[in-house]
């Protein structure tokens, strides 16, 4: 399919996994374990899949970074996720695992 201008339609499909860490309450503070950084996020919300044409990347703005060079994704600012590299989130108030990759 085309648009207007010419350019090519993708329709690429969501990750359910991106789905699954949106539904999670933004209320709540949830600690990622990714490619050996530990940091603690809230407000998960998935990348424009037509973006970069995949449909695998989550963003989320972080409160606070445990484990990792915490000179990068200081409080405040957002850090985005490829949810195929993310090992495991958990809520950090109840230590409920709510993904964990197969695997790990």
């Given at each position: 399919?085309?648009?207007?201008?010419?350019?090519?339609v993708v329709?690429?499909?969501?990750?359910?996994?991106?789905?699954?860490?949106?539904?999670?309450?933004?209320?709540?503070?949830?600690?990622?374990?990714?490619?050996?950084?530990?940091?603690?996020?809230?407000?998960?919300?998935?990348?424009?899949?037509?973006?970069?044409?995949?449909?695998?990347?989550?963003?989320?703005?972080?409160?606070?970074?445990?484990?990792?060079d915490k000179?990068?994704?200081?409080?405040?600012?957002?850090?985005?996720?490829?949810?195929?590299?993310?090992?495991?989130?958990?809520?950090?108030?109840?230590?409920?695992?709510?993904?964990?990759?197969?695997?790990?």
């Amino acid at each position: 399919m085309l648009c207007a201008n010419g350019a090519r339609v993708v329709s690429v499909e969501v990750d359910p996994v991106v789905s699954r860490l949106e539904e999670l309450s933004d209320d709540l503070e949830w600690v990622v374990e990714c490619g050996g950084e530990t940091v603690v996020v809230r407000f998960f919300e998935g990348v424009d899949p037509t973006i970069y044409d995949r449909g695998d990347l989550v963003v989320a703005q972080v409160v606070e970074k445990l484990v990792g060079d915490k000179r990068f994704h200081t409080p405040g600012t957002f850090i985005e996720y490829d949810v195929g590299a993310i090992e495991k989130v958990f809520s950090k108030d109840e230590g409920t695992v709510v993904y964990e990759r197969s695997g790990t």
